[in-house]
């Protein structure tokens, strides 16, 4: 019976039935797997709305709040209420267990790195870059190129070495190379953050020009020797001399040539019409499209979005607009700056939620915050040194790009990207504490330290 049950061919009517109901089943299952996988689409969509409207409200609620009652300047203001918030709701996660639980899970819904370095990052630059006086820009232009270059290469170094030092005192066992990826992350300063503090001092116009041109362009430079040291750190054994300067060609040099080309032709479009709806969006597609674009043939996002923004705020802005569309531009683009601006300091915020802090890892931090400074005014008084042989500089130059070198968002999105370890925690843990104390200490203080110097 056995064998007759394997091996006797079945009835045709039985195999034709068997087709048929495998046939039906087999469309019932693709129409439930069509609406699953619709369902989950819209929850997806759902999902990002939300977190959207999440962050959107408390951006605007705690607005309301600094400009009503605390009124720090604006970026400072948000990111210290967030913190407030982001503490209030670790201690009643202590009396109610949902609350953190909820908090840290809409946050992990969040991936920060790509919001940053892939989201928030195109339109944030080319709002910056729209605004820098390019003949004031030119005229800086050895001295920020040096700063932005030879500067972050001593920071990264110098920070790596000491933060290793640091690190083996405390019995933190990172490798060298984690701590040189540490210094490649913290040492470029964020445009972001340096041009919202700038708008609020009043530091003299050639000084302003070089931290503002530092900013905008030593990002895309610490951005290399991070992505370098990152392929050392993963065990790369073909990262030779003619590799690493070939990135930096292919980042920097092809980044530049491509902001400069797409520029040119976003400029050769608005200069045809008089349409100011129609050129804000031809804006908005050389920052989106440009970025994305670069970033697909490898190329230095950041540095061709910057170059796209100073063409469009200097050329574009005189010879290819009318009083009209100038208006109309800068009063949209002022709006992006400011909502992303709010958006990313309530995140940088709220972020302590999900950080694990230890009593080792908060000590390596303060012990790291003034090396890092440290680490800053070498890289700056140094070539800056050698610099006054052939160039006048405003006094105190060297302490206010010291303190004023802020970081940001910018360096959490780094230390975010890397790769889950021991070591990445650490790095982490010590990147906020940095970054937090640049923004609201150096932030808040900065502006007094200008009208000293300038006063002085």
Same mark, same amino acid.
């Given at each position: 019976?056995?064998?007759?049950? /394997?091996? &006797? !061919?079945?009835? !045709?009517?039985?195999?034709?039935?068997?087709?048929?109901?495998?046939?039906?089943?087999?469309?019932?299952?693709?129409?439930?797997?069509?609406?699953?996988?619709?369902?989950?689409?819209?929850?997806?969509?759902?999902?990002?709305?939300?977190?959207? =409207?999440?962050?959107?409200?408390?951006?605007?609620?705690?607005?309301?709040?600094?400009?009503?009652?605390?009124?720090?300047?604006?970026?400072?203001?948000?990111?210290?209420?967030?913190?407030?918030?982001?503490?209030?709701?670790?201690?009643? *996660?202590?009396?109610?267990?949902?609350?953190?639980?909820?908090?840290?899970?809409?946050?992990?819904?969040?991936?920060?790195?790509?919001?940053?370095?892939?989201?928030?990052?195109?339109?944030?630059? @080319?709002?910056?870059?729209?605004?820098?006086?390019?003949?004031?820009?030119?005229?800086?232009?050895?001295?920020?190129?040096?700063?932005? #270059?030879?500067?972050? @290469?001593?920071?990264?170094?110098?920070?790596?070495?000491?933060?290793?030092?640091?690190?083996?005192?405390?019995?933190?066992?990172?490798?060298?190379?984690? /701590?040189?990826?540490?210094?490649?992350?913290?040492?470029?300063?964020? !445009?972001?953050?340096?041009?919202? %503090?700038?708008?609020?001092?009043?530091?003299?116009?050639?000084?302003?020009?070089?931290?503002?041109?530092?900013?905008?362009?030593?990002?895309?430079?610490?951005?290399?020797?991070?992505?370098?040291?990152?392929? %050392? $750190?993963?065990?790369?054994?073909?990262?030779?001399? =003619?590799?690493?300067? *070939?990135?930096?060609?292919?980042?920097?040099?092809?980044?530049?040539?491509?902001?400069?080309?797409?520029?040119?032709?976003?400029?050769? +479009?608005?200069?045809?019409?008089?349409?100011?709806?129609?050129?804000?969006?031809?804006?908005? &597609?050389?920052?989106?499209?440009?970025?994305?674009?670069?970033? =697909?043939?490898?190329? &230095?996002?950041?540095?061709?979005?910057?170059?796209?923004?100073?063409?469009?705020?200097?050329?574009?802005?005189?010879? $290819? +607009?009318?009083?009209?569309?100038?208006?109309?531009?800068?009063?949209?683009?002022?709006?992006?700056?400011?909502?992303?601006? $709010?958006?990313?300091?309530?995140?940088? *915020?709220?972020?302590?939620?999900?950080?694990?802090?230890?009593?080792?890892?908060?000590?390596?931090?303060?012990?790291?915050?003034?090396?890092?400074?440290?680490?800053?005014?070498?890289?700056?008084?140094?070539?800056?040194?050698?610099?006054?042989? /052939?160039?006048?500089?405003?006094?105190?130059?060297?302490?206010?790009? #010291?303190?004023?070198?802020?970081?940001? *968002?910018?360096?959490?999105?780094?230390?975010?990207?890397?790769?889950?370890?021991?070591?990445?925690?650490?790095?982490?843990?010590?990147?906020?504490?940095?970054?937090?104390?640049?923004?609201?200490?150096?932030?808040?203080?900065?502006?007094?330290?200008?009208?000293?110097?300038?006063?002085?």
């Amino acid at each position: 019976m056995a064998e007759f049950l /394997c091996l &006797s !061919p079945p009835h !045709p009517a039985l195999s034709r039935w068997r087709r048929l109901k495998s046939t039906a089943l087999g469309v019932r299952l693709q129409s439930v797997e069509a609406r699953l996988t619709e369902s989950e689409r819209e929850k997806a969509t759902m999902d990002a709305f939300q977190i959207s =409207a999440v962050l959107l409200t408390l951006s605007a609620l705690f607005s309301y709040i600094n400009a009503r009652y605390v009124k720090l300047p604006t970026t400072i203001g948000l990111m210290v209420i967030a913190l407030i918030a982001s503490l209030g709701l670790l201690l009643a *996660g202590l009396l109610v267990p949902g609350i953190k639980p909820w908090a840290v899970d809409l946050l992990e819904q969040i991936d920060f790195d790509q919001t940053v370095l892939h989201g928030m990052l195109s339109f944030l630059l @080319f709002a910056g870059a729209l605004y820098v006086n390019l003949d004031d820009l030119m005229e800086q232009r050895w001295v920020i190129g040096i700063l932005a #270059t030879v500067g972050v @290469f001593m920071s990264t170094f110098i920070i790596g070495g000491l933060s290793y030092l640091v690190f083996y005192l405390l019995g933190l066992e990172l490798r060298l190379i984690d /701590c040189l990826l540490f210094g490649a992350l913290i040492s470029p300063t964020d !445009p972001i953050a340096v041009l919202g %503090i700038l708008k609020t001092t009043q530091t003299p116009k050639s000084l302003e020009t070089k931290i503002a041109g530092e900013s905008l362009f030593n990002d895309g430079v610490g951005v290399v020797i991070f992505l370098v040291l990152l392929k %050392i $750190a993963a065990g790369g054994d073909n990262v030779s001399t =003619a590799y690493v300067l *070939g990135l930096f060609a292919q980042e920097a040099l092809g980044g530049a040539t491509l902001g400069f080309c797409s520029g040119w032709l976003a400029y050769v +479009m608005l200069k045809r019409l008089d349409n100011y709806q129609v050129e804000i969006l031809i804006t908005l &597609s050389l920052v989106t499209g440009g970025y994305a674009l670069a970033e =697909a043939l490898h190329l &230095s996002a950041p540095i061709a979005v910057v170059i796209a923004g100073l063409f469009i705020g200097n050329h574009g802005r005189r010879f $290819a +607009m009318s009083d009209k569309t100038r208006e109309h531009l800068d009063t949209f683009w002022e709006l992006v700056d400011e909502i992303l601006n $709010a958006v990313l300091f309530v995140l940088i *915020g709220l972020e302590i939620l999900v950080l694990t802090v230890y009593g080792r890892e908060l000590l390596a931090a303060m012990l790291l915050i003034p090396l890092v400074l440290l680490a800053r005014f070498v890289s700056v008084g140094g070539p800056i040194a050698i610099l006054r042989r /052939c160039r006048t500089f405003s006094p105190h130059a060297v302490k206010i790009l #010291t303190w004023g070198g802020l970081r940001g *968002g910018i360096s959490v999105a780094l230390a975010l990207s890397l790769p889950p370890s021991p070591a990445r925690e650490v790095i982490l843990t010590v990147t906020y504490a940095v970054v937090v104390f640049s923004i609201v200490v150096q932030g808040l203080t900065i502006g007094r330290l200008v009208a000293r110097a300038t006063a002085a």
